[in-house]
């Protein structure tokens, strides 16, 4: 019997194209668009992986990784996002995923992921980063201190601008500015 994959994903395009890829490797694929179908999916069936996007239409892929952690234990969760900062892997992996991989991602990078999940040493240490990466600019580096302080803060902004000692407006602008991942 063929391995299951769950993939939530509020992108039609995207999550239709990666499920035909994981059928035509001999996955049997099924998609969610929403954090309640993935659960009901979940609850009737039993998935060996699943991806998660942290990004969806109505809510944060980051609150359907603990239930769905709880309805598949056995199952490699993956949370795949184009808005990737330390932060929310920190938070990915503590609530239950077991890696965590920046769009664009194609079906090699996810799988290669997926065969990767938790592995380090003895010690449980995270996995040796890329020999050829580089180190993060400014502007990366105060966005992911930003991400951290607004997650400490549960995503209110005006608390954490107080934190950062810095105008809510001034807190927004650079918000809505992500900048590139090197």
């Known amino acids: 019997m063929s391995a299951a ?3 939530l994903d509020d992108n039609d395009v995207f999550a239709g ?8 490797r001999g996955f049997r694929a099924t998609v969610a668009h929403s954090g309640e179908e993935a659960l009901a999916a979940a609850r009737k069936e039993v998935f060996d992986f699943a991806t998660i996007d942290l990004q969806l239409e109505q809510d ?17 969760l993956l949370v795949l996002t184009g808005y990737a900062s330390i932060a929310t ?6 609530s239950g995923a077991d ?3 920046a769009k664009p991602a194609n079906v090699d990078s996810i799988l290669s992921a997926l065969a990767h999940a938790g592995e380090g040493d003895a010690a449980g240490d995270a996995p040796a980063p890329a020999e050829d990466a580089a180190p993060l600019s400014l502007d990366r580096l105060e966005w992911e201190h930003i991400q951290r ?3 400490e803060h549960q995503g209110n902004i005006s608390s ?6 810095m105008h809510r407006r001034t807190l927004q602008r650079k918000l809505a500015k992500r900048p590139v991942a090197k």
């Open 99 to 101: 890696n965590y991989l």
């Open 160 to 165: 954490t601008a107080r934190a950062l000692n």
């Open 89 to 94: 892997t920190v938070q990915a992996i503590k």
């Open 149 to 151: 302080v607004l997650a």
């Open 17 to 24: 194209t990666l499920a035909r890829s994981l059928v035509r």
């Open 5 to 7: 994959f769950l993939i």
């Open 60 to 76: 944060s892929g980051l609150q359907w990784i603990s239930p769905l952690r709880e309805a598949l234990p056995q199952a490699r």
